[in-house]
């Protein structure tokens, strides 16, 4: 059966794009990344026409079903880049081979990160429409777009070229990727080791738009932020009341929470106002309020525009997927996203 690219996102993409003009780069301060020259939006014009049709139709039609999926699908391709770079590397299952341990098990994403089968969905419609061309690393990056888009965010041309790896890293998933408790000059550093700075790092925060966290991932902050026996004080008394109504003291780590409750699957700055109200759910939304005045500058902004915000994200949404790219003959395409091929 012919796929087709849903002409809502497809007039949404050009939509977003057109607006980006009205922002160019530097207008806000907030520079693109070096052009190298190795990844650019036309890669695969003669080689894979179809790509954006292909994606665009099968996310848009997962989004349908599963309103989280948006969220998911973004979530996949930071939690990718923070590992080794934007390689596909996530996607792999352990093979048994002992060569590396799948970072599907790690800490930030055993039980919570989703959409792989989605992306097997993708890349099985593109082996068809265009054999052993288009890598997983470029699926996962015009996914986690067409997702922002799909939810209402801006768009932007995804740089293409990317090749998968033929490893995964256990030990980097662990201890690379921000984790929720994470105090924000922890943040800061991790993210500065991926080359990204502070406006990135607040801005790329705002994906929390859309999406759920687990109990287990903020219920310190209901209980025992310090391990005092006391809640955090940086959390309105009123929501943390609704949350332990939830949340239980111990039991219950998978139960699921929107992060931005007010407006849970629209991609949006309605998360800059929670902060701003002491309603964020992740201690690590909260520090970009308390723990630094860059950050609650930018908070602030965010909140104020909308635009300012969908402009800095879009542009930081491309410097991560910028982060280390296998190109040229490095790596390889796989066939299938799950493993790698054999040699």
């Given at each position: 059966?012919?796929l087709?690219?849903?002409?809502?996102?497809a007039?949404?993409v050009?939509?977003?794009?057109?607006?980006?003009?009205?922002?160019?780069?530097?207008?806000?301060?907030?520079?693109?990344p070096?052009?190298?020259?190795?990844?650019?939006p036309q890669?695969?014009?003669?080689?894979?026409?179809?790509?954006?049709?292909?994606v665009?139709?099968?996310?848009?039609?997962?989004?349908a079903?599963d309103?989280?999926?948006a969220?998911?699908?973004?979530?996949?391709?930071f939690?990718?880049?923070?590992?080794?770079?934007?390689?596909?590397?996530?996607?792999?299952?352990?093979?048994?081979?002992?060569r590396f341990?799948?970072?599907k098990?790690?800490?930030?994403?055993?039980?919570?990160?989703?959409g792989?089968?989605?992306?097997d969905?993708?890349?099985?419609?593109?082996e068809?429409?265009?054999?052993?061309?288009?890598?997983?690393?470029d699926?996962?990056?015009?996914?986690?777009?067409?997702?922002?888009?799909?939810?209402?965010?801006?768009?932007?041309?995804?740089?293409?070229g990317?090749?998968d790896?033929?490893?995964?890293?256990?030990?980097?998933s662990?201890?690379?990727?921000p984790?929720p408790?994470?105090t924000?000059?922890?943040?800061?550093?991790?993210f500065?080791?991926q080359g990204?700075?502070?406006?990135?790092?607040?801005?790329?925060?705002?994906a929390?738009t859309?999406?759920?966290?687990?109990?287990?991932?903020?219920?310190?902050?209901?209980?025992?932020?310090?391990?005092?026996?006391r809640?955090?004080?940086?959390?309105?008394?009123?929501?943390?009341?609704?949350?332990r109504?939830r949340?239980?003291?111990?039991?219950?780590?998978?139960?699921?929470?929107?992060?931005?409750?007010?407006?849970?699957?629209?991609f949006d700055?309605q998360?800059y106002k929670?902060?701003?109200?002491?309603?964020?759910?992740?201690?690590?939304?909260e520090?970009?309020?308390?723990?630094s005045?860059?950050?609650m500058?930018?908070v602030?902004?965010?909140?104020?525009?909308?635009?300012?915000?969908?402009d800095?994200?879009?542009?930081?949404?491309?410097?991560?997927?910028?982060?280390?790219?296998?190109?040229?003959?490095s790596?390889?395409?796989?066939?299938?996203c799950?493993?790698i091929?054999?040699?």
């Amino acid at each position: 059966m012919a796929l087709h690219w849903s002409s809502s996102l497809a007039v949404a993409v050009a939509a977003a794009l057109a607006v980006s003009v009205l922002f160019p780069a530097g207008a806000t301060g907030h520079p693109l990344p070096p052009a190298g020259g190795l990844l650019f939006p036309q890669f695969y014009e003669h080689t894979c026409p179809q790509l954006q049709e292909v994606v665009g139709a099968i996310v848009a039609k997962e989004h349908a079903k599963d309103p989280r999926m948006a969220a998911s699908l973004v979530r996949l391709h930071f939690h990718d880049c923070f590992v080794q770079g934007c390689d596909a590397s996530v996607l792999l299952d352990a093979d048994g081979s002992g060569r590396f341990q799948t970072e599907k098990r790690s800490n930030p994403n055993r039980d919570s990160l989703r959409g792989y089968e989605v992306i097997d969905e993708i890349k099985a419609a593109l082996e068809h429409a265009c054999p052993h061309t288009v890598s997983c690393a470029d699926i996962v990056a015009v996914a986690a777009r067409d997702s922002t888009v799909l939810t209402g965010g801006p768009g932007w041309e995804v740089p293409l070229g990317r090749r998968d790896s033929l490893t995964a890293s256990l030990s980097g998933s662990n201890n690379l990727i921000p984790a929720p408790n994470d105090t924000l000059p922890t943040i800061a550093a991790k993210f500065r080791n991926q080359g990204l700075d502070i406006v990135d790092l607040v801005a790329l925060s705002g994906a929390h738009t859309i999406g759920d966290s687990r109990c287990v991932s903020f219920r310190q902050r209901l209980y025992s932020q310090n391990n005092d026996g006391r809640p955090d004080p940086t959390l309105n008394l009123a929501y943390a009341a609704e949350l332990r109504g939830r949340c239980p003291r111990s039991g219950g780590d998978q139960i699921l929470f929107a992060l931005d409750p007010a407006t849970q699957f629209r991609f949006d700055n309605q998360y800059y106002k929670n902060i701003l109200a002491m309603n964020g759910l992740l201690n690590s939304d909260e520090v970009l309020l308390t723990q630094s005045h860059e950050t609650m500058q930018l908070v602030k902004s965010y909140a104020a525009s909308n635009e300012l915000f969908f402009d800095h994200f879009a542009k930081s949404m491309v410097k991560m997927g910028n982060i280390s790219p296998l190109t040229g003959h490095s790596g390889e395409i796989r066939k299938i996203c799950r493993r790698i091929n054999h040699h």
